[in-house]
Structure formats: structure tokens, C-alpha cells
């Protein structure tokens, strides 16, 4: 059974950086796509990064290309989102997915595992 476990949220100010970790309770970890979303106050919730089973693929929404960077170890079954030149913009409650495939995937209704959340809050 996949059980996620996200990290590393909290308040850091505009050009801050923060790193998010999810950790996976399963025994399959490596066979999953992994993804990370966000949702903000009065919005949907929306695609951040995907990375592949083996982590040899990555994807990004195009508002975080060059600031974010999604990765995993499998071996301790977690996967990361490091956070660099956080905006105000990027406040938001950070969700974990995963699903049992090993190619990329990005949208909300492809992941059947999701996290409790974490907050990150970035002041200006």
C-alpha cells in the first residue's frame, strides 16, 4: 500500500529556496511515477513537476522551468522538489503523487496516491 509523506514546506522570502521531500511507505517505490502539484488559496489544483520511475525523465510546467528541480532516490523511496528563486506566486499548499507506471505523467487525474500537503509560503 502507498502511503506519501511530504516535508520541507514553510515561510522563506521572495528569492528564498526551500526543498520538499515525500517519502513513500511501499515496497515498489522505483515502479511508480512520481509527481508534485500545488493548489492555492480559491484555485485548482496544478501541475508542478513529474519525474519517471527510473528518474531519467522530468517535466515541468513552464512557470518553474530554470527555478525548480524534481528528483528521487529510490533507493530510500523519496522523491524531491528543490525550490530555488521562490516568488510570491509560489505560495501554496505542495502535494505529492504517484502512480504505478513508469513513464511521466502530469495531470491530477492520471495519479491514484496522493500526500496530506505541505504549505510553502513565500513573502515579498
Known amino acids: 500500500q502507498v502511503q506519501l509523506v511530504e516535508s520541507g514546506g514553510g515561510l522563506v522570502q521572495a528569492g528564498g529556496s526551500l526543498r520538499l521531500s515525500c517519502v513513500d511507505s511501499g515496497q515498489t517505490f522505483s515502479t511508480y511515477a512520481m509527481g508534485w502539484f500545488r493548489q492555492a488559496p480559491g484555485k485548482e489544483r496544478e501541475f508542478v513537476a513529474a519525474?519517471?520511475?527510473?528518474?531519467?525523465?522530468?517535466y515541468y510546467t513552464d512557470s518553474v522551468k530554470g527555478r525548480f528541480t524534481i528528483s528521487r532516490d529510490n533507493a530510500k523511496n523519496t522523491v524531491y522538489l528543490q525550490m530555488n528563486s521562490l516568488k510570491p506566486e509560489d505560495t501554496a499548499v505542495y502535494y505529492c503523487a504517484a502512480d504505478p507506471r513508469l513513464n511521466i505523467i502530469v495531470a491530477v487525474n492520471q495519479f491514484g496516491y496522493w500526500g496530506q500537503g505541505t504549505q510553502v509560503t513565500v513573502s515579498s
Open positions: 519525474i519517471s520511475g527510473s528518474g531519467g525523465m522530468t
